[in-house]
């Protein structure tokens, strides 16, 4: 019941933050300086035609009139169509949104694996040596930002030891079979490992520099978190009961240390999202961090406007998620 | 036979004093040895020796905890877990933090069963079923599937109580089982411990403050003081001639429970002095 309520609560409050972002970037990309249709028209073309194309998209009414317009399309599933590729924006959007999906998840599964091994690596072999290296190495991935490890990485094994594609989400002379957008998962449900490798062989490197902050963040905290927890008295107990210190990590401590973790993993997760756009653009990835770029440089206001509203509906969606799963696994919170 | 014997354990804190000095105590098969001393006396550490979980800055330094014949500080760390694991049992002090708060109470009992001692899932359950029942919890099966905040402190420690009775261990620790719980739940805790003692026939090292409790429960009794075992009495001989000036204070400043006003001395200022002047020297 008390699930139900804070639900609803939830929704309500995401109707309002989504409406709020939509006010916001709408009169925001409309005052800051440049003019999408300038930028269409060929040098030397007159006043008039400016005016014309000016009318055809609608820009010649006052601001608050064109989000009316706006607004009501939008209530009705259409963002409107995209100045520079002519296509509806909800289409293009959608077209690309599962290519970021997947980087991201991915990204975010690597975080997860690399910073859940650290922590308990790091807590097993707590107070040696190997906790002190663990600790030096998460602090110098925390102190570099996403896109320059994507920069070391393209460097490291793109160029000097080119093991890995640094370019791109799929090897372009490859026939592909799909019919979705969702490339890497249609290839592993079609069982074609070929294509599989391809696509992760592309995603591995902007993934993993997506990954690397995440996962010293993950691991740091959920170290924290063990360690604390390692002194509990349950722990304890299941010590005397027979259990190794391994196995008394895992199954004692693990599931209550990491509800703290997987709050800021939520959190930390739309962070990594919104560090797709430079990623995706450093390593000419067709996601839409890479599309938003390319809008914002040409002033594709509709397309800006659909591209940061898809993200908002995906950050606080995350938040959601995170939200529902915390009260999943938190008995105390599920019976209120 | 003792199934439990400590010989002049001594132990420390990590380039620190002393904390045990030369302690020595013995458990026979089915018996209860009560262990009582001040606050701070390291009544406690000596189960958690026995019981292999030490705090890392605390060091044995030389003697041996004899189990069942073997010396336990003598084997490698994985045979001592697994040896202690499954002839030894803990009943903790407190109730509220010993249950893991995210795991249901049924698999909290079966699960070591199953990991550890290699017994069916099944087995397991209805072993904990049966347990709950011998430590009068009424509808046991609902309980099994409930999560420890959902049960008061009483119900938790005889969760933990059955829990340690639940492989048969030939011994089990219980420190200050009843302390944290309210007056009112601690006799019954008390006298379900003595009554599972009897009918398992499980050895018991006690460690109370309370010489009413020792005088009801247990057999055997060692007085500690600053880490050192002052008194070694069967309890009967104790409460009748306690061999030692500070057991015999320590006697006199225990309220007689059936009027717990009478006779209450403080122990004497120069007793303790004595005291602290034997243990310095050793
Ligand atoms: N983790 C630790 N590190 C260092 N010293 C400790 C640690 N835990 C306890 N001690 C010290 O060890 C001594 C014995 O402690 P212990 O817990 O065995 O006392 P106790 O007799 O059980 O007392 P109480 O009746 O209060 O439970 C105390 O002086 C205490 O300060
Ligand atoms: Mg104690």
Redesign the pocket.
């Given at each position: 019941m008390a699930l139900l309520q804070t639900l609803i609560l939830r929704v309500i409050t995401t109707a309002v933050t989504l409406l709020g972002v939509a006010v916001i970037v709408f009169f925001v990309i409309r005052v800051v300086p440049g003019n999408p249709i300038a930028m269409m028209l060929p040098p030397g073309a007159t006043a008039e035609d400016i005016a014309n194309l000016t009318a055809i998209y609608g820009l010649d009414k006052s601001i608050p009139q064109q989000f009316f317009i706006w607004g009501t399309g939008v209530l009705g599933g259409d963002f409107g169509t995209s100045i520079t590729l002519k296509q509806p924006v909800l289409e293009l959007v959608l077209g690309r949104l599962p290519a970021t999906l997947e980087l991201s998840v991915l990204a975010l599964v690597m975080a997860i694996v690399i910073g859940g091994a650290a922590a308990l690596t790091g807590t097993r072999l707590r107070e040696t040596r190997v906790e002190g290296g663990i600790d030096v190495a998460q602090g110098m991935a925390l102190s570099v930002p996403d896109f320059l490890w994507g920069l070391v990485l393209i460097l490291v094994f793109g160029v000097l030891v080119p093991v890995f594609q640094i370019s791109g989400r799929v090897t372009p002379s490859l026939q592909l079979p799909f019919v979705s957008d969702f490339y890497l998962v249609e290839s592993l449900l079609r069982l074609r490992f070929d294509l599989s490798l391809d696509l992760l062989s592309h995603m591995l490197l902007p993934a993993l520099a997506l990954a690397i902050p995440l996962a010293a963040i993950i691991g740091q905290l959920l170290k924290q978190s063990l360690k604390e927890t390692m002194h509990l008295d349950y722990v304890t107990l299941a010590r005397t009961q027979g259990y190794s210190e391994a196995k008394v990590i895992w199954s004692q401590a693990l599931p209550n240390a990491i509800l703290p973790t997987l709050t800021l993993v939520g959190v930390q997760f739309t962070f990594l999202i919104g560090g797709t756009v430079i990623i995706e653009r450093l390593f000419s990835y067709e996601g839409l961090g890479n599309m938003a770029i390319d809008a914002v440089i040409n002033r594709d206001l509709p397309l800006i406007q659909g591209i940061v509203i898809l993200f908002a509906v995906i950050f606080t969606g995350v938040n959601l998620l995170v939200d529902l799963t915390y009260a999943a696994l938190n008995p105390r919170l599920r019976h209120g | 036979m003792s199934f439990l014997s400590v010989r002049n354990l001594s132990a420390r804190?990590k380039g620190g004093g002393p904390?045990l000095r030369d302690v020595s105590l013995d458990v026979a098969v089915g018996e209860v040895r009560g262990l009582v001393?001040?606050?701070?006396?390291?009544?406690?550490?000596?189960g958690k020796a026995v019981l292999g979980i030490l705090?890392k800055?605390?060091e044995i330094t030389s003697g041996q905890i004899m189990l069942d014949g073997v010396d336990l500080l003598a084997l490698p760390p994985a045979q001592r877990r697994i040896k202690v694991g499954a002839t030894c049992a803990l009943i903790p002090q407190d109730p509220l933090t010993a249950l893991n708060p995210s795991r249901r109470i049924g698999v909290q009992i079966t699960d070591r069963l199953v990991d550890i001692l290699g017994w069916t899932r099944q087995r397991a359950e209805e072993r904990a079923l049966a347990l709950l029942g011998e430590v009068q919890i009424t509808e046991p099966t609902r309980v099994l599937r409930q999560y420890p905040h959902e049960l008061s402190g009483g119900m938790r420690q005889r969760i933990l109580i059955a829990s340690a009775f639940a492989a048969e261990p030939k011994l089990i620790v219980a420190?200050?089982p009843t302390t944290a719980l309210d007056v009112t739940v601690q006799k019954q805790i008390l006298k379900l411990i003595a009554a599972l003692q009897v009918r398992h026939g499980t050895a018991l090292l006690f460690?109370t403050?309370d010489l009413g409790v020792v005088s009801k429960v247990c057999q055997k009794l060692s007085v500690?003081y600053a880490?050192k075992v002052v008194e070694d009495s069967a309890v009967a001989d104790f409460f009748r001639a306690p061999k030692h000036p500070y057991s015999a204070a320590l006697l006199a400043a225990t309220p007689k429970y059936t009027d717990p006003l009478a006779g209450l001395q403080p122990v004497p200022e120069a007793v303790i002095a004595a005291v602290r002047a034997e243990v310095a020297h050793g």
């Open positions: - | 804190v904390l001393g001040e606050s701070g006396a390291g009544k406690s550490m000596i705090p800055a605390v420190d200050e460690v403050h500690l880490g």
